[in-house]
């Protein structure tokens, strides 16, 4: 089966630091990835999305930028962090049968 | 531009008290719609999708319909477990879900 995790958990960073937050997915090849941010009181917003190694799609401009170096592996990298980065970040991938997306357990970031 | 509307923001229900959640979506050539429910902290659990207007899927005590306009998620005698944030999502033409801001569900003993 299926399983895909992130980490870390949680993270707190203060403004102007820089960020890395991991993704992988076990039990697929190939699969397209995708990098949400859910910001309270708004609903989950698409950042990139993958649909193979090296080939990154931007959906939102920002200060944020995806890499895929690996089949199974999508990072999430900020040189610099704003405070309006904070959020709870989710990594999904799309199953095969009825383009459902399955998500990861979240990290959430808080930007001080 | 697609847009997903979920009513109501907010719902509190004793536990047994029927009710449905609604999911208005306007999306040029849809390819599915989606049902998730999300726990807090957690990430999104994926529960249903649907393709035509027609079509109804159940899971235990939920059952999603889907009209050419809308998307209903009735939740049936509820128990205190089924408290949550339910999440509709629509597929375009694209990669992308578009999400509703979803249903935050309360259902007390």
């Known amino acids: 089966s299926q399983t895909i995790h992130q980490w870390p958990a949680t993270l707190v960073q203060p403004v102007g630091s820089p960020l890395s937050l991991e993704c992988t997915v076990e039990g697929t090849s190939n699969p397209n990835l995708y990098w949400y941010r859910q910001a309270a009181g708004r609903g989950l917003q698409l950042l990139f999305y993958s649909v193979g190694i090296g080939q990154i799609s931007s959906e939102v401009p920002q200060n944020l930028s995806a890499s895929r170096p690996q089949d199974r592996q999508f990072i999430l990298s900020s040189k610099k962090l704003l405070l309006s980065d904070s959020g709870f970040y989710l990594c999904?991938?799309?199953?095969?049968?009825?383009?459902?997306?399955?998500f990861g357990p979240g990290t959430r970031l808080t930007v001080t | 531009e697609d847009q997903v509307t979920q009513s109501p923001e907010a719902l509190r229900l004793q536990e047994g008290e029927s009710s449905s959640l609604n999911c208005s979506y306007t999306?040029?050539?849809?390819?599915?719609l989606f049902w998730y429910r999300q726990d807090p902290g957690k990430g999104p659990e994926f529960l249903f999708t649907?393709?035509?207007a027609g079509e109804e899927k159940e899971k235990e005590r939920l059952k999603a319909t889907l009209t050419k306009k809308e998307s209903f998620l009735h939740i049936t005698a509820p128990k205190p477990e089924d408290s949550a944030t339910y999440l509709c999502a629509v597929l375009n033409s694209g990669y992308a879900l578009n999400f509703g801001k979803g249903t935050s569900l309360l259902v007390t003993p």
């Open positions: 999306v040029s050539g849809l390819r599915g």
């Open positions: 999904a991938w799309r199953g095969d049968r009825d383009n459902e997306q399955y």
């Open positions: 649907l393709y035509s």
